[in-house]
């Protein structure tokens, strides 16, 4: 009587499901911290560092192409939720949107991947299309967002890069630490 086989070509597809679920975790872990971190600083943006480096961690650790995205919905699907705290009706939208900039960017030039500068420079630019989106969506509908009034309009779009930037360099040096601690 035969053995069956240890290995099977179903072994991707099961590594494809562990992505996804890593994903999907790391956008529910992002977004409840975000939620739950609710420390009156009075800085914009301050939230991009433990964001920024929990989806920028997630995106390295998996090879899906599209994986961001998924963290992302995962995160836009928690704002929903109301007993989170979040008010701004766009910040779903603003967050899928910040998930495909960074798999477009992270996609079509490899060399990021591989460069914590390079890594740091797109999770602030990603985290900056929070101030970006909202400044659309001032211009184009009069929303009134509380951070412009109170801080202008030049300092969240620095703030909020600079913390997302941050994040994308702990990032970084968290995936690369683990990786040479492991090997």
Do not use: C
Not at 75 to 100: E, N, Q, R, V, W
Not at 135 to 159: A, D, H, R
């Amino acid at each position: 009587m035969s053995q069956p086989k240890i290995t099977s070509k179903a072994l991707p597809v099961n590594r494809v499901l562990i992505d996804v679920l890593i994903l999907t975790f790391t956008g529910a872990v992002a977004i409840l911290l975000r939620a739950y971190l609710r420390i009156p600083l009075n800085i914009p943006g301050h939230h991009g560092l433990e964001v920024m480096a929990i989806l920028l961690i997630g995106r390295k650790i998996t090879k899906i192409p599209f994986g961001s995205s998924i963290s992302t919905l995962t995160a836009a699907t928690f704002i929903f939720l109301p007993f989170l705290g979040f008010k701004d009706p766009f910040l779903p939208f603003i967050y899928l949107a910040m998930g495909f900039v960074i798999d477009l960017v992270y996609n079509k030039l490899k060399w990021v991947q591989d460069n914590f500068i390079l890594l740091g420079f797109l999770g602030g630019f990603a985290y900056m299309m929070i101030p970006l989106s909202r400044f659309v969506i001032y211009v184009v509908s009069g929303y009134p967002y509380e951070t412009f009034l109170k801080q202008g309009f030049v300092l969240p779009f620095f703030t909020h890069f600079f913390f997302g930037a941050l994040g994308g360099v702990l990032a970084y040096g968290i995936v690369s630490y683990t990786r040479k601690i492991t090997a």
